[in-house]
């Protein structure tokens, strides 16, 4: 992997019919968790697929800076809300479609590390259907840890999840992806509390960067200053950004 970059979104976004957002100026950090928030429909998830380089009813005008340079998409390692796990092939399989797409050899040794360190290794050769919906996610995480990106975009991976399973999966989800630059799309405020070195509000009338808890993340579920947090940022949803 090479070295986590810092990447700036500065622009706006057309839909046919309307303006989805308008003189955005979004920057991540390097190796820095940023945590973008906001009410459904204001260009979140088109935010990460402009950046990841994937089809987008929305026309962008701006530009997508990195130190990554030009081919900031072929560092991209992107997760969904859904698991998007081939039915029919294994999880082993799964892991290994990026690599069998583009004609390169599978890492073996790397393959099975992921599956180690996301508890798959017995279930490697089983079907997602086979699976619970917490497995199926932390195989989509090892799939997408297995593309071994330094920039890694996450549309709300872990919000089908019930509330141990979800809180189990943003500590693993933060150890193996230290050392990258994330950027997490995500509805709930407590977990932008919980994980950001960063959190922004995406309204209707832009950006705004509200400060994260004091601590290291990922921050212990009952942390007051997590909770307290998690309060303001609730708030500052209902207020409508």
Same mark, same amino acid.
């Given at each position: 992997m090479s070295q986590a970059p810092a990447l700036r979104v500065s622009g706006s976004a057309r839909l046919p019919e309307a303006v989805l957002f308008d003189a955005l100026d979004l920057e991540l950090l390097p190796a820095r968790w940023t945590c973008l928030l906001g009410p459904s429909g204001v260009g979140k998830s088109t935010i990460l697929r402009f950046i990841a380089g994937l089809d987008t009813q929305a026309v962008f005008q701006g530009r997508i800076t990195s130190d990554l340079g030009p081919n900031i998409p072929r560092n991209v390692a992107y997760m969904a809300q859904e698991d998007?796990?081939?039915?029919?092939?294994?999880?082993?399989?799964?892991?290994?479609?990026?690599?069998?797409?583009?004609?390169?050899?599978?890492?073996?040794?790397?393959?099975?590390?992921?599956?180690d360190r996301v508890g798959l290794s017995k279930l490697a050769n089983r079907k997602p259907r086979t699976l619970s919906g917490g497995q199926r996610q932390r195989a989509a995480l090892a799939r997408t840890l297995m593309e071994d990106k330094p920039l890694v975009l996450l549309d709300e991976p872990f919000s089908a999840l019930d509330a141990r399973t979800r809180s189990d999966m943003q500590d693993l989800a933060f150890s193996l992806l230290k050392g990258r630059t994330v950027l997490l799309v995500t509805h709930d405020p407590g977990e932008a509390a919980r994980? *950001?070195? $960063?959190? =922004?509000?995406?309204? /209707?009338?832009?950006?705004?960067?509200?400060?994260?808890?004091?601590?290291? *993340?990922? $921050?212990? =579920?009952?942390?007051? /200053?997590?909770?307290?947090a998690q309060g303001r940022l609730m708030s500052r949803l209902r207020e409508g950004g």
């Open positions: 998007l796990l081939l039915p029919w092939a294994s999880i082993r399989d799964n892991l290994a479609l990026g690599a069998r797409l583009r004609g390169e050899p599978i890492d073996q040794e790397r393959l099975q590390r992921l599956l994980l *950001a070195h $960063r959190i =922004v509000v995406m309204s /209707d009338q832009g950006l705004v960067e509200i400060d994260p808890p004091p601590g290291d *993340a990922p $921050r212990a =579920v009952d942390d007051p /200053d997590m909770l307290a």
